[in-house]
Nanobody, 120 residues
């Protein structure tokens, strides 16, 4: 099995920054897995934020975060990061880490989520 544990969420003022981390573990985790970040705001469906291929050479971002968020990974540490800059109140959500992309938008493994709250 694969376990994903997110950390780094919190409360920040608009314009501020946060860095989320997602640590992967488990015998079946493979460094070649695509990794992704999703988020779900209150009353809304979960939405894609960003993903990254195994080498880090290919990244994709939602239009809403492009230019402000950066996804990266450290395969030796089995960790994926989401650097979030210029945060806006509309970025407030629970952020989820995901691993092993089955198809675009669908992942096999999910973390429990970390809350990000951006105050205006």
């Amino acid at each position: 099995q694969v376990q994903l544990v997110e950390s780094g969420g919190g409360l920040v003022q608009a314009g501020g920054s946060l860095r989320l981390s997602c640590a992967a573990s488990g015998r079946t985790f493979r460094s070649y897995y695509y990794m992704g970040w999703f988020r779900q705001a209150p009353g809304k469906e979960r939405e894609f934020v960003a993903d990254i291929n195994w080498s880090g050479g290919s990244t994709v971002y939602a239009d809403s975060v492009k230019g402000r968020f950066t996804i990266s990974r450290d395969n030796a540490q089995k960790t994926v990061f989401l650097q979030m800059n210029s945060l806006k109140p509309e970025d407030t959500a629970v952020y989820y880490c995901a691993a092993d992309r089955v198809r675009i938008g669908e992942y096999r493994y999910w973390g429990q989520g970390t809350q990000v709250t951006v105050s205006s």
